[in-house]
């Protein structure tokens, strides 16, 4: 029974995170545990997965945190789960620059 108890529990500690996050640093909210429901968007396979960057305001507890969160999710309870959360990686190698297109003058018939 032991044994058992020990191999579910390294199961379980594999998924497990220790993460910390400071006051006015950014997180990426995950919203994939309400599949069924459309408040945060597109309902099926467009919607997404994490909403974000929000603001941590404040930390509650050991692992609560509350969000700044944009007037469009006014409705949503701003307090949620270090398990919600992920932390905001900010890159400016994502962002794509649109390239110019060249358009041929010819008109086609």
Same mark, same amino acid.
């Given at each position: 029974?032991?044994?058992? &108890?020990? @191999? &579910? *529990?390294?199961?379980?500690?594999? =998924? /497990? ?9 950014? $997180?990426?909210?995950k919203v994939?545990?309400? *599949?069924?429901m459309k @408040? +945060?968007? /597109?309902?099926? *396979?467009?919607?997404? /997965?994490? !909403? ?5 305001? &404040? @930390? !509650?507890?050991?692992?609560?945190? @509350?969000?700044?969160?944009?007037? =469009? ?5 701003? %307090? +949620?789960? $270090?398990? &919600?959360? /992920?932390?905001? %990686?900010?890159?400016?190698?994502? !962002? ?9 003058? *010819?008109?086609?018939?």
């Open positions: 029974m032991k044994a058992a &108890q020990d @191999r &579910q *529990k390294s199961y379980g500690d594999m =998924k /497990r995170q220790d993460l910390e996050i400071e006051i006015g640093e950014k $997180v990426l909210l994939s545990p309400t *599949k069924g @408040r +945060f968007g /597109r309902k099926g *396979k467009l919607s997404p /997965r994490n !909403i974000g960057p929000q603001e941590v305001l &404040q @930390r !509650i507890g050991e692992v609560t945190y @509350r969000l700044a969160l944009s007037m =469009k999710l006014g409705n949503v309870h701003n %307090v +949620f789960q $270090v398990s &919600q959360l /992920r932390r905001y %990686v900010h890159d400016l190698n994502h !962002i794509l620059q649109p390239r110019a297109i060249a358009l041929d003058q *010819k008109p086609y018939l």
